[in-house]
């Protein structure tokens, strides 16, 4: 039965991507039978290439996307490469982990209650420093460029590589590594990003393109804080798909489609990055340069990732505060009074998206922990080695964009008749929460010392009785850590439960996005703080029930 | 024991071709550098070998071929440098782990674990975390452990090696003194002469 764990898996996983994205592409040119369309035709590319503001619309898109990675990428390794060196730069890394639990939606809803020109900043700072008595006349949040939609992406994306990093690095001796160079001559950010880096990097390069791939395509973040006119790609397709008049679905595949070329255009183009900054990093490796300029960027950097994580911090508040304010006359650094009434007004309507959020979520969950671990399981009985393959392989839901094959999936499940159920929309958050419980459960999993399995069995003690009374227990805190980060994930979905719940199941995160283009804002933070709440809860849980469990052993502290 | 064992690893041959028998209550110490195979040698008594070695070749325990026996049937006691007590049991619950099944019964099955332990000194210490003891304690426990679940032969990996040199005599003497005590016929594997003098027994060395 366990051997049948890799299939099961992997054909819960891929057949979904496969079908939707034979579902988008056959009616992108033109096949699409319910409608009677059974020619092939270029019809739907004609009409999308005339779409007013298409180049403006693609432009947007790479700019932001490109920015955010870059940024995120940039920020994360300048606080990494001198993290191992300063100590208050390793305590930063505590807040980590409520950054990464905190969805998207969230934090963007917080993020653009931080900076929209009636937003918190602007009141800090007012009237004393600015002389505004009343919000100004300036556009932030929705810039036509972009910039707040980049800013509210690299606030996410930061912490979430930050963490790659650091989890990469522990398998490298990244201490012994820096002495060496430092002995040489180099400064401490130079060392790690001459003696460190490079061999890293090839471990961060798949999380490095989902933050691209997403960034390129994210749909709730763009919702919330892009510009309407012209939208960012994804968010034109999602706007054809969900419009009545069906004549516009293969418009809305062949824009997903242009989102798919995109996003793999812009991975490749990345990657000849990635060659072209190798090469210059050999060339002044051979040179032997001590590179001192790399001191004050990477503590630029470093200083920028720290304020990333103090801007979502100050989101999150932000939120907080909102939901609980009585009133807030404008330059009014903070509100009049608190008071819980939005809280006992909306909770009673709350009720229904959080026990779906809930459901959804525990659910996607367990199914998640159970194929990882019988995954890892039956790879260790069959002793596999895992290649570069299955790594492709589990990140590709997170590689092609939603937009580019929930549609395709959405069509399937309508024909299964499954569309809008809480088991489609259960199994369209699973295949984004596997990704993230599998990597993060494998490496402790198989790291997990061989010889107490084998001292077990030289006991007597069967596979079965290994499993459940050595390995489960032993990796209690991983698997309890993973099973936080997948809740945290399908906390987050936006686009897979709109498109398997057909509109009919609503999570906390849809009915935020939903409410975020005009509602309150106090009842938006409502919303955004129970989001961000519910994960954070979880995660406070996973690390707090091993304590607990293991309060008297020492040995797993 | 051992009947025509030869290991390869990608078609070069790292232990050739021998045979072995170790009489009950015997010690038989297989020397060599890092390398040679002798970890390997005892990995395939157990049954733990990693497929990418090729082996030919029987194992027999108690004149019985276990060869196509999954470890846990096998009845192969082993000990590792490390001591590899479950972190997550307490000393009590390590030993539960291992005693044989056929001690039916939770008052019977105390008893047994506790006269284990006041046999090793260490009277009063079922409850105890196995990260508060002393490596020589550590030691102990695992070899009850391994000998709570009657094994038809012992296997020693270099078991001695990460202990404190004072402690080192003591232990020995108290794994080799439980090994002939139940006439077990045991194959210690290790590159420290100190070690096979203490076992006192024939030595076989391996590779170059």
Same mark, same amino acid.
């Given at each position: 039965m366990l051997r049948a764990a890799p299939p099961l898996t992997l054909a819960l996983f891929l057949l979904p991507i496969a079908a939707g994205l034979a579902g988008t592409a056959l009616p992108a040119f033109g096949y699409l039978p319910a409608l009677g369309h059974t020619e092939v035709s270029l019809g739907a590319w004609r009409e999308l290439m005339a779409t007013p503001g298409l180049a403006d619309t693609l432009a947007l898109t790479l700019r932001v996307g490109l920015l955010a990675t870059a940024l995120s990428v940039v920020l994360a390794i300048g606080f990494c490469a001198l993290a191992h060196e300063r100590p208050w730069l390793r305590r930063c890394e505590n807040a980590l982990a409520p950054l990464l639990a905190t969805p998207h939606a969230a934090l963007a809803i917080g993020f653009a209650f931080l900076i929209l020109p009636s937003g918190w900043l602007a009141r800090l700072v007012s009237p004393d420093l600015t002389g505004w008595h009343t919000p100004p006349q300036i556009v932030t949040v929705r810039d036509p460029q972009g910039l707040s939609l980049a800013g509210g992406l690299v606030l996410k994306e930061t912490p979430y590589l930050v963490l790659m990093i650091l989890a990469a690095s522990v398998q490298m001796r990244v201490r012994d590594l820096v002495a060496s160079a430092r002995a040489l001559g180099y400064g401490p950010a130079a060392a790690w990003l001459f003696a460190v880096l490079p061999r890293l990097y090839a471990q961060i390069r798949l999380p490095v393109y989902a933050v691209l791939a997403f960034s390129l395509s994210a749909v709730d973040v763009a919702l919330i804080l892009a510009p309407g006119t012209p939208p960012p790609l994804a968010v034109l397709a999602m706007r054809w798909f969900a419009d009545? /008049? +069906?004549?516009l679905y293969p418009r809305a595949a062949a824009a997903a489609l242009l989102q798919l070329a995109l996003v793999a255009g812009a991975i490749v183009a990345w990657r000849l990055g990635e060659i072209l900054t190798a090469r210059l990093g050999r060339a002044i490796i051979l040179r032997g340069w001590?590179?001192? !300029?790399?001191e004050p960027v990477a503590a630029a950097a470093a200083l920028g990732a720290v304020g990333t994580g103090v801007a979502a911090f100050a989101a999150i508040a932000g939120m907080a505060l909102w939901s609980v304010a009585a009133g807030w006359r404008f330059p009014a650094a903070l509100p009049e009074a608190l008071t819980l009434d939005v809280w006992t007004r909306h909770l009673p309507e709350v009720g229904r998206p959080l026990e779906m959020t809930l459901a959804a979520g525990a659910a996607a969950t367990v199914i998640a922990l159970v194929l990882a671990l019988a995954c890892l399981e039956n790879e260790q009985r069959a002793a596999l080695r895992p290649g570069t393959g299955t790594l492709w392989l589990l990140y590709l839901p997170l590689l092609v964009p939603q937009i580019a094959f929930l549609f395709g999936v959405q069509v399937a499940l309508v024909q299964a008749g499954l569309d809008g159920t809480l088991a489609a929309v259960i199994w369209a958050h699973l295949l984004f929460v596997l990704p993230y419980v599998f990597l993060s459960l494998a490496d402790p999993f198989r790291a997990l010392d061989p010889r107490f399995a084998r001292s077990a069995a030289a006991l007597g003690a069967g596979r079965a009785r290994i499993f459940v009374r050595i390995k489960l227990p032993m990796l209690a805190k991983p698997i309890l850590v993973a099973a936080a980060i997948g809740f945290a994930v399908s906390v987050g979905q936006y686009l897979p439960t709109l498109f398997a719940g057909a509109g009919r199941v609503a999570t906390l995160t849809t009915e935020a996005v939903t409410l !975020? $283009?005009?509602?309150d804002r106090r009842i938006l933070g409502v919303y955004a703080v129970l989001q961000a709440a519910l994960p954070a809860l979880v995660y406070g849980l996973a690390l707090g029930l091993p304590r607990l469990m293991f309060r008297n052993r020492r040995g797993l502290a | 024991m051992l009947a025509g064992v030869e290991i390869a690893l990608d078609g070069r041959e790292l232990v050739p071709r021998f045979d072995l028998a170790v009489a009950p209550g015997e010690v038989v110490t297989v020397m060599g550098p890092s390398g040679s195979g002798k970890s390997t040698l005892l990995a395939f008594i157990g049954g733990f070998? /990693?497929?990418v070695f090729r082996v030919s070749g029987r194992v027999l325990i108690d004149g019985a071929d276990v060869t196509r026996r999954p470890p846990e049937a096998r009845r192969a006691g082993i000990l590792f440098q /490390? /001591? %590899? %007590?479950?972190?997550? +049991?307490s000393v009590g619950q390590n030993l539960a782990f291992g +005693?044989? $099944?056929?001690?039916?019964g939770r008052a019977a099955r105390r008893g047994a674990i506790d006269a284990a332990l006041a046999q090793a000194d260490l009277a009063g210490f079922f409850d105890r975390d196995p990260a508060t003891l002393s490596g020589g304690q550590r030691a102990r426990v695992a070899l009850l452990r391994t000998l709570l679940a009657e094994p038809r032969t012992l296997l020693l990996d270099e078991p001695f090696n990460r202990l404190d040199s004072h402690l080192r005599d003591d232990i020995r003497r108290f794994v080799f003194g439980h090994a002939r005590e139940r006439n077990l016929p045991t194959l210690l594997v290790t590159h420290d002469a100190d070690d096979a003098r203490a076992a006192g027994g024939r030595i076989v060395r391996l590779g170059a």
């Open positions: 009545y /008049d +069906l004549a001590r590179a001192p !300029a790399a !975020a $283009t005009g509602a | 070998i /990693d497929p /490390d /001591d %590899l %007590l479950f972190p997550h +049991l +005693l044989v $099944t056929s001690v039916r």
